[in-house]
């Protein structure tokens, strides 16, 4: 590989279709202002570098970036790459991550609204998210141990696992299919509608309308505050172990609650069963 150490670079491309480059404490930043620094480029490795200008990475094929500074002015970082690990970074620039596959994100730090679009087969462990629209359209997820606070999260993405997270967020995973979620915190309004193949497992769930217009959803012993108006329209199998505010018109299904405060059936095709009952093999299931 070749080496570049402790260079500033502002041109316009300024190291287009390299191939096998390691680039150790550079700057990305100056008054040339140009962009696209390392496009169209293959097997780069960037350690302890600060990206100050557009689209550095944009058509890659092999990334690793550690120990490195996207700023906010950093925008669209990584768009229509794959085979990607970042590693101990600042990724602070707006729409971080498109059109990308195969991406392995580690203990990062992400401040990036529209982050993660279109993306296929992403990794992300120990990581703090700000971010709007985040993962939309994305499909094949694998987090553990991510923090994200924003809104609009996980919209329309598929076959993915979450463990270990906390989601301080609103309308996340909406249209989302084959999505299982274990053993996290999810706090935000309108969790999951139209919501296909969800499985929230030994989760809290926090907040008002969730689980609307879902097709085949469970709910393993998770608990669920301050809920009202749950599960409206839904085929739901739920085992919760906590009381419920309220629950209206679920479609099909069961759902066994210890209490409920209000059910409201005001739809002649609601039909899903609510079980009241403090035993506790009613709220488990294997």
């Given at each position: 590989m070749t080496v570049i150490?402790?260079?500033?670079?502002?041109?316009e491309r300024a190291l287009y279709g390299s191939r096998g480059l390691t680039v150790n404490n550079c700057r990305f930043d100056g008054p040339a202002d140009g962009e696209s620094a390392f496009k169209e480029c293959s097997d780069?490795?960037?350690?302890?570098?600060?990206?100050?200008?557009?689209?550095?990475?944009?058509?890659?094929?092999?990334?690793k970036i550690s120990?490195?500074?996207?700023?906010?002015?950093?925008?669209?970082?990584?768009?229509?790459?794959?085979?990607i690990i970042i590693s101990d970074t600042k990724m602070h620039g707006i729409k971080a991550l498109r059109e990308c596959k195969n991406v392995n994100i580690k203990n990062c730090d992400i401040i990036s609204p529209e982050f993660g679009w279109s993306v296929k087969n992403i990794s992300m462990e120990n990581c703090s998210v700000v971010?709007?629209?985040?993962?939309?359209?994305?499909?094949?997820?694998?987090?553990?141990?991510?923090?994200?606070?924003g809104k609009y999260s996980f919209q329309y993405i598929n076959n993915s696992v979450f463990e270990n997270c906390i989601f301080d967020t609103k309308d996340a995973f909406w249209h989302a299919e084959n999505v299982i979620v274990k053993n996290s915190?999810?706090?935000?309004?309108?969790?999951?509608?139209?919501?296909?193949?969800?499985?929230?497992?030994?989760?809290?769930?926090?907040?008002?309308?969730?689980?609307c217009y879902c097709k085949n959803l469970k709910i393993?012993?998770?608990?669920?505050?301050?809920?009202?108006?749950?599960?409206e329209k839904s085929d739901v199998c739920a085992y919760i172990i906590t009381p419920v505010?309220?629950?209206?018109?679920?479609?099909?299904?069961k759902i066994?609650?210890?209490?409920?405060?209000?059910?409201?059936?005001?739809?002649?095709?609601?039909?899903?069963?609510?079980?009241?009952?403090?035993?506790?093999?009613?709220n488990k299931i294997a």
């Open positions: 150490e402790n260079k500033t670079f502002d041109k780069i490795e960037a350690g302890s570098c600060f990206f100050n200008l557009r689209y550095p990475f944009w058509h890659d094929n092999g990334l120990d490195s500074e996207m700023t906010e002015l950093c925008r669209a970082a990584l768009w229509y790459s794959e085979d971010s709007e629209y985040f993962m939309m359209r994305s499909e094949k997820l694998n987090f553990s141990d991510v923090n994200f606070k915190v999810i706090k935000g309004e309108y969790l999951a509608w139209y919501s296909d193949g969800l499985t929230l497992e030994n989760c809290k769930i926090i907040g008002t309308q969730p689980l393993i012993n998770c608990e669920m505050l301050d809920a009202d108006l749950c599960f505010i309220s629950i209206k018109n679920p479609l099909s299904g066994c609650v210890p209490s409920v405060g209000e059910i409201i059936r005001d739809d002649e095709n609601s039909k899903g069963e609510i079980v009241t009952c403090q035993c506790c093999s009613c």
